[in-house]
């Protein structure tokens, strides 16, 4: 009975070793980015024709903080950074209603944010399931 309790234990620590991995926390905060860039998105396109509306986007240098968190290889320096919507001041109006949102760059924008976030989702999903496979005891 021992051992069963210590195998637990152990399968514990594993498991709150992977969640607080600097790569880990790196690609969950990429993903929380990616979440937060599409809600960004699908609001521009929702306000492509609203006077006045001007164009957000996540903080653009929220990639480069990120990236000098995941380089000190510091959990809690990475969960300490969020993602957030700003006005993107780069944007600039076509028209004259003052209105910032260009279809094309949109629907661009989308696209690769979607990519983005379909390949953060499979490296999680792949440490995931190497993880499940470790705690079953088969090779991954």
């Known amino acids: 009975m021992a051992r069963r309790v210590l195998g637990t234990t152990r399968q514990k ?3 709150n070793g992977l969640f607080t991995q600097t790569n880990y926390q790196g690609l ?3 993903l929380d980015a990616s979440v937060l860039r599409h809600e960004a998105i699908a609001s521009n396109m929702a306000n492509l024709e609203t006077p006045n509306y001007k164009r ?7 990639g480069e903080e990120l990236s000098r968190a995941v380089a000190t290889r510091d959990a809690k320096e990475i969960a300490s950074l969020h993602p957030r919507i700003v006005i993107d001041k780069n944007a600039i109006s076509p028209n004259r209603d003052g209105n910032t949102v260009q279809l094309e760059k949109e629907l661009v924008a989308m696209q690769q944010n979607t990519l983005n976030h ?5 490296f ?3 440490s995931l399931m190497k993880l ?3 705690i079953q005891g088969r090779n991954a």
Do not use: L, N, Y
């Open 28 to 30: 969950k905060k990429m």
């Open 56 to 62: 957000i986007d996540v903080e653009s240098d929220f």
């Open 132 to 134: 499940r496979a470790a």
């Open 118 to 122: 379909t390949v953060q989702t499979q």
């Open 124 to 126: 999680i999903s792949s």
């Open 13 to 15: 620590v594993m498991v």
